[in-house]
C-alpha cells in the first residue's frame, strides 16, 4: 500500500481525533489519521472523563473553559448519532488545609476574573450537594456547577464520526514506525501498512509521543507515567459531582452508569510505558475514598486498569512546530489532563498548521518555553 | 426480533428438589422459612437463598437494568449479578452465595439498589 496524505496525524485518541477534525472544519484537505490499535486504545480510553475549568493559571482557565464551551454544543456541532453523556453535574474540590484554602481563593478569583462560575462552599453547603461527604477534616471546598463528566469513547467517536463526514480518513491498526525527511522537511511516514506520502506529520501519540518524536530526531522533556484507576459495581446516583482533592490525592465520581470510578497519583509508578494494573493500588485508592465517602466502603469492586499520564515539566501541554524537519508538528505533555482540553488542542493545532490566527495563545505552549524560562507552572493537579 | 421464555412465578409447582442421590449425601441443615416478595418459603439453613428459591419454582428472581425482563439463577458461584436481591433491606445481595436465614425478608430488586 502506498498512499498521499496533505496531513497526516498519528494517534487516534482524544486529542487526534480533534485536530483531524478542527483542520478538516478549518479549511484543509485530504488529512488521514492513523492509529496503531483501535481508536481511544491510549489514555483517552483510560481517563477519569473529568472536565473541569477550575485550574490555577489563567492559561488553563481560558482554554478549559473555550473547551467546555465546546463540549455544551458538541453534540450537535459534530451530528452525533449517540450521546456523548455530557453530565454537567460540577466539580467539588476539597479543601483539607490553610494552604489549600489561600489557593483555593486566589483559583476562585482568576477564575471569577474570566467568567467562570466557581465559588467557595461551607462544609455545609457542600453537603447539600454531597450528602455522603464527610466534612470533617475539611475547610470547606470549591465548586463550580457547569464541570463534570463526560463519555470519553462516545467524545471520541464524534469526532471521529464528524472528521470521516468531512472527508477524512481513518486508518486503525495502522502502527507509525517511521519518519522521513529531506533538506529539513517531512516527506512521509513508513507503517506496517506501507509508506505514506505527507509533507505535515502531526504527532499526536502523546503517552508515545517522544517514541515518534525520537525517530524524527527530536527530543521533548516529557516522560509517561502509569496512573490507575479503580471502579465499582453500579448503584442507584448518589454522587453528582467530581469529587477531587489535592492534598488528599484523589478524585472520585460516579459514572451515568451508576458505578464510582476513583483514581490517584502515585510517585512510586513505572515510567516504562507499561499499563499493567498495579495490584497495591485498590487498598490505597479504597482508604482514600473512604475516608471522604465512608458510605462507599461496603461497595463492591469490579475492576482496575492503568493508562498514561504524559507530564511535561510545568504539568502544561505542549503545542509546537519543529524548526527541523519542518512540517512536524507535536501536541503532547497533557499532564492528565489532556481529555478536557481537546477542543482547545485540535483548534490550536489546526491554526498553527494551517498558519490561522490564534483563537487561543497557544505561541505561550510552544517547547521553546522550557528553554526562556516561561513557564505555566499548574498549582492544582492530581 | 428473538423470543425468549418466561416461566411466571405464577406458574411454578414442579418440585425440582432431588431428595435421594446415590452417592451424594446431602447436608441440608435445619429447617427455617424466610418471605420472598411476600410469599412464604420453606428451606434450611445449609441452603443459599437461590438456591431455595429455584427449588421451590421461583425462577424469576431479579430482573435486568434497561429492558426490565426477568433473570434467573445463572452461574451460582457469585460472580455473574444475575441473582442479586434486597435481603433484610441491603439492596445487591448475592443470593446464590447467601445462607438462608429463619424469618429473612427477601424481595425482587428494581434497579440499581441504593448506597443507603
Ligand atoms: C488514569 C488517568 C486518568 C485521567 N483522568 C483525566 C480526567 O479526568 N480528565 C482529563 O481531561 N484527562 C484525564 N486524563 C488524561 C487524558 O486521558 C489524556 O490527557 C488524554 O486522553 C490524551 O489523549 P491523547 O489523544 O492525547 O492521547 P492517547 O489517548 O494516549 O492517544 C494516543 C494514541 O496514539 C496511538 N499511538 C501511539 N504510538 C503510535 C504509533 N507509533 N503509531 C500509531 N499510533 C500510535 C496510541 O495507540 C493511542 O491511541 C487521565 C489519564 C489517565 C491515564
Not at chain 1, 349 to 361: D, K, Y
Amino acid at each position: 500500500m502506498n498512499k498521499t496524505a496533505d496531513i497526516c496525524v498519528i494517534g487516534g485518541g482524544i486529542s487526534g481525533v480533534a485536530i483531524g477534525y478542527f483542520l478538516l472544519k478549518n479549511g484543509a484537505k485530504n488529512v488521514l489519521l492513523l492509529e496503531r490499535g483501535h481508536l481511544a486504545y491510549g489514555a483517552t480510553g483510560r481517563c477519569g472523563a473529568g472536565i473541569r475549568q477550575q485550574w490555577g493559571t489563567e492559561l488553563n482557565c481560558v482554554i478549559s473553559k473555550y473547551s467546555l464551551d465546546f463540549f455544551e454544543t458538541a453534540q450537535d456541532e459534530l451530528q452525533y448519532n449517540g450521546d456523548i453523556e455530557f453530565h454537567q453535574t460540577g466539580y467539588m474540590l476539597l479543601i483539607s488545609n490553610e494552604r489549600e484554602l489561600e489557593q483555593m481563593k486566589k483559583n476562585v478569583a482568576l477564575q471569577n476574573s474570566l467568567g467562570i462560575d466557581s465559588q467557595l462552599l461551607t462544609c455545609e453547603d457542600a453537603r447539600q450537594i454531597v450528602p455522603i461527604l464527610n466534612t470533617d477534616n475539611l475547610l470547606g471546598t470549591a465548586f463550580c456547577q457547569k464541570d463534570g463528566h463526560l463519555n470519553p469513547f462516545h467524545m471520541t467517536q464524534a469526532f471521529a464520526d464528524a472528521f470521516k463526514r468531512l472527508g477524512g480518513e481513518i486508518m486503525t491498526y495502522t502502527d507509525v514506525t517511521g519518519i522521513t525527511a529531506a533538506n529539513g522537511r517531512v516527506t512521509g511516514i513508513t507503517t506496517n501498512k506501507g509508506f505514506i506520502a505527507a509533507e505535515t506529520v502531526v504527532n499526536a501519540a502523546v503517552g508515545w509521543a517522544q517514541e515518534i518524536a525520537g525517530i524524527a530526531g527530536l527530543d521533548l522533556p516529557l516522560f509517561s507515567e502509569r496512573h490507575n484507576i479503580m471502579v465499582t459495581e453500579p448503584v442507584e446516583p448518589i454522587l453528582g459531582p467530581m469529587i477531587m482533592s489535592f492534598s488528599l490525592n484523589l478524585y472520585c465520581q460516579q459514572t451515568p452508569h451508576g458505578s464510582f470510578l476513583m483514581g490517584r497519583t502515585d510517585d512510586a509508578q513505572p515510567r516504562d510505558l507499561r499499563m499493567t494494573s498495579y495490584s497495591g493500588f485498590p487498598e490505597l485508592i479504597a482508604q482514600s475514598v473512604v475516608n471522604v465517602m465512608p458510605a462507599l466502603k461496603n461497595l463492591r469492586v469490579l475492576r482496575q486498569w492503568a493508562g498514561l499520564y504524559n507530564v511535561s515539566p510545568d504539568n502544561a501541554a505542549i503545542y509546537s512546530a519543529a524548526s527541523d524537519p519542518k512540517g512536524f508538528y507535536t501536541a503532547a505533555g497533557f499532564s492528565g489532563h489532556g481529555f478536557m482540553t481537546s477542543p482547545a488542542t485540535g483548534q490550536s493545532m489546526a491554526e498553527m498548521i494551517l498558519g490561522l490566527p490564534p483563537t487561543l495563545p497557544w505561541q505561550r505552549m510552544d517547547v521553546s518555553r522550557f528553554d526562556s524560562g516561561e513557564l505555566l507552572l499548574e498549582p492544582s493537579v492530581v | 426480533m428473538y423470543t425468549y421464555y418466561i416461566i411466571k412465578n405464577s406458574e411454578r409447582g414442579i418440585n425440582l428438589r432431588i431428595e435421594a442421590h446415590p452417592i451424594l449425601d446431602f447436608k441440608r441443615g435445619n429447617p427455617v422459612s424466610f418471605t420472598f416478595d411476600g410469599v412464604r418459603v420453606e428451606a434450611c439453613d445449609n441452603m443459599t437463598i437461590a438456591v431455595a428459591l429455584h427449588a421451590a419454582g421461583f425462577k424469576g428472581i431479579s430482573e435486568s437494568m434497561l429492558k426490565k425482563r426477568p433473570r434467573g439463577l445463572f452461574c451460582a458461584i457469585g460472580n455473574c449479578s444475575s441473582c442479586m436481591m434486597v435481603v433484610d433491606g441491603v439492596p445487591n445481595v448475592r443470593t446464590c452465595l447467601e445462607l438462608c436465614k429463619d424469618g429473612m425478608v427477601v424481595e425482587t430488586q428494581r434497579g440499581k439498589g441504593a448506597l443507603i
